[in-house]
């Protein structure tokens, strides 16, 4: 039966790379690449990533790499799930026929996915929907990878939670409509709004980081009063440079005695 392996490769610097995954890299025949271009900027930088850890990690190159187009995504609808929905169906679509017609009965194939793949990626459900589509069978398999969040709270030598205290993990969309409730720390990502200089708390504390465990990473700290306007215009100034960010941050409220 074909095989599927599903690998985080972490959050951007190739050291992530985990003991598992490495095993997992040199059995596989066929990599398959969604391909973003000509659409984002940050295409090529994420494809040279995945490209040195692919020349590192793996011991023969007698593997295969076979990209796939990503159908376009209406970002500006107001229905965002329906056309997340709707997008992820077509991806289904043209990732059933590269499987079909790239991987061999018996052959292994791979999709390398960015931090983990349980965190605010389609992979996994992508294909799921092959799966219940019925046309191509294959078992699959998840390898975990760092996720931008440890990577995150690595970098800033922080823990993520208080003693016996809940975390969110959310997005700048959601953190739009003010602090969740029933929790103190939150995890912000996919944020490109800076949607904590909106938040009406005076005692937030803030750990952000820009494209962290990469060559350009930017770090700043501290109560979101007095770094909030520095962390808006450094990453105006980075996106400006690089042409994209990709940025997290965790905030922590009730911060004190
Ligand atoms: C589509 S999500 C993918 C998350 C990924 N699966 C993970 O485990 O981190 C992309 C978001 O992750 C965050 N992110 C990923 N890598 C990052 C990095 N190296 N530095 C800062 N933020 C990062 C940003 O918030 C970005 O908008």
Redesign the pocket.
Known sequence: MRRMLVI?IG??DPEHITVQAVKALNQVDVFFVVDKSPARSDTDELVRLRREICERYIDESNYRIVEIADPPRDRATPAYRSAVEDWRSRRAELWERAIAAELGEEACGAFL?????S???STLAVLDQILERGNVAFAHEVIP?I???Q??TARHRTPLNRVGRAVQITTGRLLADGFPKGVDEVVV???ADCAFQRLNDEGLEIHW??????EDEILVSGPVAEVGEQIVRLRREARERKGWV???YLLRRGVGP
């Open positions: 985080g959050a951007g996915v960015w931090g983990d793949p965190l605010y990626d990878g996720s931008s969040v990577a995150l990502m996919l944020d980081g820009a494209y962290i465990g990469m990709m940025d997290a």
